[in-house]
């Protein structure tokens, strides 16, 4: 314990505060009556957390949420932000899940599983935030568009800048490739990519697949080093 305290010492002094800081942070979090701690969260950086009347996030034990550059392995243009207004909308992260610089934003619900990975500059939204309005184009400036819930499973892997759009079901253990949008359901144990995304590699399809070489980069314990 006191070497790994004195190698953080000589590595990166600055997290010494950094962590105090944010414990601070997550005891004032946990005072918010629409926020429920079901656990330890380990708060790096400051996120943005708005979460209005009427509406709820749920953070399990061992959620991670990492909204500083410094140690970061690429460019993180802003940090965590985790926004409900409309009442009766929620936003659940599951035990053990990381977050970095991601924006996830709920109308209505947007559940993330257990032991996800979700990198940096990730958009995960329910809803458009406005009708489409044909028929009468002023009335987007004062719309709110249709939600439709948003699910992430379990040990979900998301690169950065990937974008979930509204009704996705995304399934265990499933890899989604950096900058990817993600409109339709991607099953379980697959790996998806592109603009639509799409499934590429299906661990699924049978016991004896092969897994695609492996080079990306692995996480570290204080998740220095997320899915690309």
Known sequence: MLGRLFQVLRDDPGRIPERIWGELLGLRLAMRRNVIREGRVVLIGNPL????RGCKLVLGNGVML???NRGYHLNMPSPVKLFAYLPGAEIRIGDETRIAGACINAHKSVVIG???LIAANCQIMDS???DLSFHNLPNRFESIGPSVPVVIEDDVW???NCIVLPGVRIGR???ISANSVVCSNIPPMAIARGNPAQVIFDYGD???ADEPEDTGQ???GNHRSVPR
């Open 49 to 52: 957390i708005d979460i209005r």
């Open 66 to 68: 990492t909204s500083k």
């Open 114 to 116: 257990k032991r996800c």
């Open 128 to 130: 458009n935030g406005h």
């Open 158 to 160: 998301i690169g950065i």
């Open 173 to 175: 253990g499933a890899v």
């Open 206 to 208: 049978g016991d004896d």
């Open 218 to 220: 692995r996480t570290d």
